[in-house]
Nanobody, 123 residues
């Protein structure tokens, strides 16, 4: 069973930056498509960004141009660099992965959700 541990969240002012990390256990990471998701208070969890095992990326419209997803397969870690943060970016951020891009889109994940990391953007 793959376990996911997210970290790097915190409280920042609008316009600030944070870098989130997610480390996965096991040996499936390097072959997997990884994604970042977030859940704002009283809202459903939403997709933020994805990265393939080869480094191809995709972003949700609200974060495109501000967030950058990357990965280090040697460290079993996926990152989310978040710049120009806005209050609407507030939420708990999670990562998860799947064997293929299609499975990620269908939410056929290889792990249960981790505890997430809280991001709060407020003045």
């Amino acid at each position: 069973q793959v376990q996911l541990v997210e970290s790097g969240g915190g409280a920042v002012q609008p316009g600030g930056s944070l870098r989130l990390s997610c480390t996965a256990s096991g040996d499936i990471f390097s072959r997997s498509v990884m994604g970042w998701y977030r859940q704002a208070p009283d809202k459903q969890r939403e997709w933020v960004a994805s990265i393939s095992s080869f480094g191809n990326t995709d972003y949700g419209g609200s974060v495109k141009g501000r967030f950058t997803i990357s990965r280090d397969n040697a460290k079993n870690t996926v990152y989310l660099q978040m710049n120009s943060l806005q209050p609407e970016d507030t939420g708990v951020y999670y990562c998860n992965g799947a064997s293929t891009w299609g499975e990620l889109v269908r939410s056929t994940f290889f792990a249960s959700w981790g505890q997430g990391t809280q991001v709060t953007v407020s003045s």
